[in-house]
């Protein structure tokens, strides 16, 4: 499993550097944050489309090649579209060839486009339509996918002992006394964790949103 770089998410993450950075598919760090980012969107996404976990992990892999084929001629340029949507029809596309591969008895309950060829001169423009049930619920799994990569960094930065309080009072949804009364702690201890860990968070999350547009 690829893990997160150690070196602090905002000296690494600016849109203009990372993307550059992925030009260049021996660049580990670069590769493994787009990675932790992104593969559990793109894992999501083949599993709602109906694919086994096999054949999710296959999607998985196979997005992360196709966006490492396109990137060296990747121009960031918003006038033709955003990265997310880009990756968006990229996914869709692999999902579609996952779906082609199927023993020929599951095949004919899909409906599957062919004209997902990527043009790697252009890959944003180019890139096929998105599959409409992925293109629905897009932004919001993009969203969780953002919030998720921000909390895992924020758990590898912070305190460990603020980062269970916030753990079990904001993600676990626990009570004030019973967190006081497990860790033997005040409850302004309490809230003072949390407030430091949102703060953490939010701008792990603000240089996030800023990086992948």
């Known amino acids: 499993m690829l893990r997160l770089p150690s070196k602090p998410l905002d000296t690494l993450l600016t849109r203009r550097t990372l993307l550059t950075r992925l030009k260049r598919w021996d660049d580990q760090e670069g590769w493994t944050i787009f990675f932790n980012t992104y593969w559990s969107l793109i894992y999501s996404s083949a599993i709602k489309m109906g694919l086994a976990e096999d054949e999710a992990e296959d999607v998985v892999q196979d997005t992360v090649i196709s966006v490492s084929k396109a990137m060296p001629g990747f121009k960031y340029d918003s ?3 955003t990265f997310r949507a880009w990756l968006l029809k990229i996914t869709s596309c692999r999902i579609r060839d996952r779906i082609r591969r199927r023993p020929a008895e599951l095949l004919v309950q899909s409906i599957v486009s062919t004209d997902d ?12 339509n998105p599959l409409p049930e992925l293109e629905h619920e897009w932004d919001r799994d993009w969203e969780r996918a953002l919030l998720s990569a921000a909390l895992e960094r924020v758990k590898q930065r912070a305190d460990p ?12 949804e626990w009570s004030v006394q019973r967190i006081t009364s497990f ?7 309490v809230y003072l964790a949390r407030h430091r860990m949102e703060s953490m968070l939010k701008k792990e999350l603000k240089t996030l949103k800023k990086t992948w547009k």
Do not use: K, T
């Open 79 to 81: 006038s033709r579209g």
């Open 117 to 128: 060829e990527l043009e790697e001169n252009d890959p944003i423009s180019n890139a096929m």
């Open 183 to 189: 860790l033997n702690i005040s409850a302004a201890r």
């Open 161 to 172: 002992r603020n980062y269970q309080i916030f753990e079990l009072y904001v993600l676990e």
